[in-house]
């Protein structure tokens, strides 16, 4: 559950994030052309990626890229997690630097892995940057245009002189190159995230109409009968391997209203949620 939200946006699209929320949490990353730096302010949170699993502590930050799916950051404990979150879009990134990309966004010329994260340990000028950003968040009438170009280029030189350069180097020149993504790989990413229909249509760089079409001719099912149905199932499954909060499976699932989420189930399984546990549960 998220207990406290703020954000700047920079030419229409999402570059600063602080977020409070309170554990346990998942998130699903959904596949972007993007990459984000997460700054751990309070408490802590798990990463997992098809190939690694990490704790990021606090004052510690994780870089990644979203160009690829199966990432999430998670919490299993009971404290709450403030983090701070610095959004890079490849095309506001052309957009401030005109004339030459810096060093760190250009592809590294020995490219030796495809690594698409790295954990950044603590540091005392991004700690001091992150002190920045908050005084940003707490007076917010002296945010304009050009406070967040310079907050956007602070950061990518800071990460220039950290220890981990090379791997953040590789994961941002990952956006300039060209990435292709298939239709499923999209859907399947964003199945449990709340997103309407028009978002995955716009993620396909599709009209509305012909992402229906696809849709119904790869999975012979209208986007909203499947994907309220995947949901559920994997409800159905947390319900029984799980000790979770029936409010918690709801979220982790997708659903932000958790009355909509127990008609929605008592309609498909005939049973309330709590009844479906207390039935199958060994």
Known sequence: MINDYKKYDLFGKTLL???????????????????????????????????????????????????????????????????????????ILKKIYERELPLLLQAPKNKSSNTSSEMINSDFLIEKYIEGLLFYFQNPSLVNEDILILKLKEIILLLAQTQSSESVQLILSQLFSPTSYTFKQRIEA?????????????????????????????????????????????????????????????F??????????????????KTSPTHYRLQNKK
Do not use: M, W
């Not at 964003?190 to 849709?215: C, D, G, H, M, Y």
């Not at 982790?252 to 399984?269: Q, R």
């Open 17 to 91: 994030q602080k977020i409070v929320i309170q554990s346990p949490f998942t998130f699903d990353f959904p596949i972007a052309d993007q990459a984000c730096f997460l700054y751990v302010l309070e408490g802590n949170f798990q990463y997992q990626d098809a190939e690694n699993k990490v704790d990021v502590p606090i004052h510690y930050s994780l870089f990644l890229n979203c160009i690829h799916s199966g990432k999430k950051i998670y919490n299993t404990s009971e404290s709450n997690c403030e983090i701070v979150i610095v959004t890079f879009h490849p095309d």
């Open 190 to 250: 964003s199945l449990f995230l709340p997103v309407t229909i028009e978002e995955l249509a716009s993620q396909n760089n599709v009209s509305l109409s012909s992402f229906k079409r696809e849709f119904a001719r790869l999975y012979n099912d209208t986007p909203a009968n499947y994907i309220k149905n995947k949901k559920l199932e994997k409800a159905a499954e947390l319900l029984i391997v799980s000790d979770k909060r029936i409010t918690e499976i709801a």
């Open 252 to 269: 982790d699932c997708g659903f932000n209203d958790s009355a909509n989420f127990t008609k929605s189930f008592t309609s498909k399984y």
